[in-house]
């Protein structure tokens, strides 16, 4: 691979501003090459005087780039520094208890020592707990770790582009001003950096890992960045979905020829339909995991999720159609009950839900253990959503419970059916029809984002107006569920639905929530509509995906929020049974997840825009006596042996330091 792509692959992504920009200085040579004037036609003087004038233009652009990469590194640097010191201070309250002692912690200053007694008596100060250090100093290692790559990788794109200008234009140049600048620039002393990380390690072994180092280096080890997919584990999703492909072509086959009896028909197509959406809809997670990793959106980031403990986007193929061929399966039994001597065909859908079920909840450390257990914390954590404060992973989670709401809907019909038609022939015929648990399952998910946005509001310092708004966006989903209600249960009271009020206040309400809705996705969720004139007209300065993405997410979004239009028409007309109507927008439903690739790519911008590469660190507050100790710490020396004399330091990073 050469190194261009290596380096863009390996790269920090809410960093890339701030990296050398190999590419332009890649351009650049290749454009001075090729203007080069012929020699057979130019004096000699006059060719000197080119190469000397682009030597002089290149050696320029390559300082600018050494001064910005030195003044990121130096800032992070000093940021990390600050960290690091402020958490050992933190570790330092955890850790005094009888058997430790202050020099445990390697900070070696007296100055702690005289702190102890103080921090006994005021005992009642907020102390981080051990699990919120283990994450602070995992996380805190990982920007470590960002940051040492972020030294490497400009190191060698010095040294390469200073290689390549050498190679093109027959030159030492490029060697002479790399071993003068770069050499010893700020940026490429790593010694206080590793410094810092050999002492995080040792501290987290001996006092969070209780002295197991292999424990310790498990916990704060991370991924190489820029791994492809294991090839064991492509091998494995391929292999599932041909798995599925050959199910689904059998169940298709097998129904054709041995179809439901007239009874089980409206019990098998209502049973399946809601696990059909929820397979389709991890085939869509899949597609949208592989699309932000392609595109270099940090999803882990975005989501905070522990990168050492991610899903790739073939273990995601893996989960659906796993659950796609359970799935399959379970119609197959369905289908063929009396041939493999099961009574009663009912227990396969049962047995499929209870399977799937239990794959999510079932706490074992196998399949997938760390996801699904942040999954159900997730919705756990959007359910109470008033209790707790909301984060963006919580109400990505009550959009996508939003898109949901039928196959919630399907799932209360599967529990009514079991709970209290199963086993009672007679009461068949009515175990799917709606009563006064649909409207309120249809208005559960658009009730939790409601509830979300208010705690918003609430947590909010600025009282943010916005929360309030899509507040309101989401209490129109209610209006539309109460007139949809209203009207559903008048309509037959009435010779043409158009004489019925409840038609009319049941159009208006959905009219309202469609020009709502859309206008928040375009405006807000997706950022667009910033440009009116130009090459990106009605979109916004920075893109990540290309230009006609963005247009046809614009016009999909709108097509899929008039879906009730086309519904209300065709069932108006008859044209369509009023289950397939259902089944059909349920899966126009959930193919709004087109919306979470905009969506988290805003979100993705704004991480960017403050470099911010890793999770925020919990840090409880330092008294005063610990804020001055903090101080004196940053002013010592961390014990490090630098590569450069005083005179160099000086002469080649006074501005930095």
């Known amino acids: ?36 004037p012929p020699p057979a036609t130019t004096p000699d003087y006059e060719i000197q005087a080119y190469y000397r004038a682009f030597e002089e233009t290149f050696l320029m652009e390559c300082q600018n780039e050494l001064t910005r990469v030195n003044n990121f590194f130096l800032e992070k640097l000093s940021e990390a520094r600050r960290k690091h010191n402020t958490l050992k201070i933190q570790l330092l309250a955890y850790s005094h208890v009888p058997g430790h002692t202050s020099s445990d912690l390697s900070i070696g200053s007296n100055r702690i020592a005289s702190h102890l007694p103080n921090r006994r008596r005021s005992s009642a100060e907020k102390k981080m707990t051990q699990r919120q250090l283990r994450s602070a100093y995992s996380e805190f290692y990982l920007s470590l770790v960002l940051l040492q790559n972020y030294q490497s990788l400009n190191e060698t794109g010095f040294r390469k582009i200073c290689k390549k200008y050498d190679k093109y234009l027959r030159s030492t140049a490029g060697a002479e001003w790399f071993d003068r600048n770069v050499e010893f620039a700020p940026f490429t002393d790593g010694h206080l950096l590793q410094y810092i990380i050999a002492e995080v390690e040792d501290l987290y072994t001996l006092h969070l890992a209780g002295g197991d180092r292999s424990m310790a280096m498990a916990k704060l080890r991370v991924p190489p960045l820029g791994e492809p997919t294991p090839p064991f584990m492509v091998f494995r999703a391929g292999l599932s979905l041909g798995m599925l492909i050959m199910l689904v072509m059998a169940t298709a086959a097998i129904y054709w020829k041995r179809p439901p009896t007239a009874d089980n028909i409206p019990g098998f197509m209502r049973l399946y339909r809601g696990p059909f959406t929820w397979v389709i809809f991890n085939f869509f997670m899949a597609a949208n995991v592989a699309g932000w990793q392609r595109a270099g959106v940090n999803h882990v980031l975005i989501f905070e999720i522990d990168p050492r403990s991610h899903l790739l986007p073939a273990t995601f193929l893996e989960i659906a159609c796993v659950f796609g061929i359970l799935w399959a399966l379970s119609m197959l039994g369905f289908l063929l009950h009396d041939l493999i001597f099961v009574p009663d065909p009912f227990l396969f859908p049962l047995a499929l839900i209870l399977i799937m079920l239990g794959m999510l909840v079932v706490p074992l450390p196998i399949m997938n253990w760390p996801a699904r257990w942040w999954t159900m914390k997730l919705v756990g954590r959007v359910v109470s959503a008033p209790l707790h404060y909301v984060g963006f992973a919580d109400f990505w989670m009550g959009d996508q419970m939003v898109s949901l709401g039928n196959c919630l809907v399907d799932h209360y019909y599967i529990f009514r059916f079991y709970a209290t038609c199963w086993l009672r022939s007679h009461l068949m015929i009515n175990c799917f029809k709606p009563d006064v648990m649909v409207p309120i399952m249809s208005s559960l998910p658009a009730w939790f984002r409601f509830a979300q946005c208010l705690r918003r509001f609430r947590d909010s310092g600025s009282k943010s107006v916005s929360y309030l708004i899509n507040a309101g966006k989401y209490s129109t989903t209610f209006l539309v569920v109460l007139f949809s209600t209203l009207r559903s249960q008048t309509d037959g009271g009435y010779g043409n639905t158009f004489n019925n009020p409840f038609t009319w206040l049941f159009l208006a309400s959905n009219v309202v929530a469609f020009i709502y809705g859309y206008l928040w996705d375009v405006l807000r969720d997706f950022g667009l509509f910033r440009i009116f004139r130009g090459e990106h007209i009605f979109l916004r300065p920075q893109l990540v995906y290309p230009v006609p993405v963005y247009y046809f997410v614009i016009v999909e979004d709108l097509v899929l929020r008039l879906v009730w239009a086309f519904e209300f028409v065709l069932l108006y007309h008859d044209w369509i049974s009023a289950y397939n109507m259902k089944t059909i927008s349920s899966l126009l439903e959930i193919t709004r997840f087109i919306w979470n690739f905009v969506r988290l790519e805003h979100e993705h911008l704004y991480n960017c825009g403050k470099f911010r590469a890793t999770r925020d660190i919990y840090l409880a507050a330092l008294n005063p006596r610990q804020e001055r100790l903090l101080e004196s710490m940053m002013d010592e020396t961390d014990g490090v042996t630098h590569r450069r004399n005083t005179k160099e330091r000086i002469r080649l990073g006074k501005e930095y330091f």
């Not at 290596?6 to 701030?18: G, S």
């Open 1 to 36: 691979m050469k190194f261009g792509k290596t380096f863009e692959t390996h790269l920090t992504i809410e960093w890339r501003r701030q990296y050398m920009r190999y590419g332009d200085l890649k351009v650049l040579i290749k454009r001075g090459v090729d203007r080069a």
